[in-house]
């Protein structure tokens, strides 16, 4: 996660009053967590492209850091795009604090995006995995990173991170009383937030730090 002075560009999701009224319904532990967070709601910001860079600027480094490494490598193209970044130099990038194999997989995220080989048009149009299929083709994004891009950017509504260490912590906090959960006993929980699993995961986080989370 890095927080920005990015604006958001997409308002709150269409389905989300929806969204809380069933959950609501459904779920003792939502019930208790949504009224709490009064008008927030998941939003996202950026291009799809960005959204992307971003995650691996900010993988295995703390928030701060990936900041500081980010603000310093928008400065080098004249906007951040698939075809400036390709232009860009190793050594350049390298100054601005990314390590060898991130500025790896930035050119080859760009490639990607340059070259026609993600169907950016489709997605819209496209499943949760197709999607997430042809990101993970991509050298430095897993599972994770495709499923945060599938909340963040495209706000899929039914998205069950279970890679999310904080989605795992947040389940156990909220449904065990702070024990140990296995992936089939969050899988479980989740059964009553279908098809909303999205926007219980962002309750869930924000049990754990209120501050909302964006990408």
């Known amino acids: 996660m890095i927080v920005g002075q990015d604006k958001v560009t997409i308002a709150t999701p269409e389905y989300w009053a929806e969204a809380c009224k069933h959950l609501v319904k459904k779920d003792r532990v939502m019930k208790r967590l949504i009224p709490q967070f009064g008008e927030a709601s998941l939003q996202s910001r950026g291009d799809a492209f960005v959204t992307l860079a971003r995650s691996i600027v900010g993988q295995q480094v703390s928030v701060k850091a990936a900041q500081t490494v980010w603000d310093r490598f928008v400065k080098l193209p004249r906007k951040i795009t698939p075809a400036n970044v390709l232009k860009l130099k190793v050594d350049d990038m390298r100054a601005a604090g990314l390590s060898a194999r991130k500025v790896e997989y930035i050119v ?77 006993e969050a899988r479980e929980v989740a059964a009553a937030w279908v098809p909303y699993c999205s926007v219980a995961t962002w309750y869930i986080w924000r049990s754990l730090d209120p501050l909302p989370v964006e990408y």
Do not use: C, Q
């Open 108 to 184: 080859d995220l760009a490639l990607h995006f340059d070259n026609g080989a993600l169907h950016v048009k489709k997605w819209s149009e496209m499943t949760d995995d197709a999607i997430i299929e042809e990101l993970v083709a991509i050298r430095g994004i897993g599972r994770w990173t495709a499923e945060m891009f599938l909340i963040f950017h495209l706000m899929r509504p039914n998205v069950l991170p279970l890679d999310d260490v904080g989605l795992i912590n947040g389940i156990s906090h909220n449904y065990f009383s702070g024990e140990a959960v296995s992936r089939s």
